[in-house]
């Protein structure tokens, strides 16, 4: 079982920088992906980025490559999502979430969730 607890949200002014880190408790294995998704109101939950935990290599959605940046800490067990140049539209709620075996770009396919962590991007 693992428990993933996100935090670092917040109120950002537009072209601003926030870091969102997920803390994970229980083993993460060398098979895990690990990342993030968000979601905004009235819209389904959305890929964000993605790392690959016994190579690090990372992916992302295609809307924020070069502004977002995923990283792991494998001794703290924990994933960070550093956010620059930040805009309105990347206003949402956003998800740590966990998969064993496999790439976590869809929904259906994750293990494990955070809780959320809200993200306000002021125009």
């Known amino acids: 079982q693992v428990h993933l607890v996100e935090s670092g949200g917040g109120l950002v002014q537009a072209g601003g920088s926030l870091r969102l880190s997920c803390a994970a408790s229980g083993r993460i294995f060398s098979s895990y992906d690990m990342g993030w998704f968000r979601q905004a109101p009235g819209k389904e939950r959305d890929f964000v980025a993605g790392?690959?935990?016994?190579?690090?290599?990372?992916y992302y959605a295609d809307s924020v490559k070069g502004r977002f940046t995923i990283s792991g800490d494998n001794a703290k067990n924990t994933v960070y999502l550093r956010m620059n140049s930040l805009k309105p539209e990347d206003t949402a709620v956003y998800y740590c979430?966990?998969?064993?075996?496999?790439?976590?770009?869809?929904?259906?396919?994750?293990?494990?969730w955070g809780q959320g962590t809200q993200v306000t991007v002021s125009s």
């Open positions: 979430a966990a998969r064993n075996g496999g790439r976590i770009a869809t929904t259906k396919a994750i293990d494990y």
């Open positions: 790392i690959i935990w016994y190579n690090s290599n990372t």
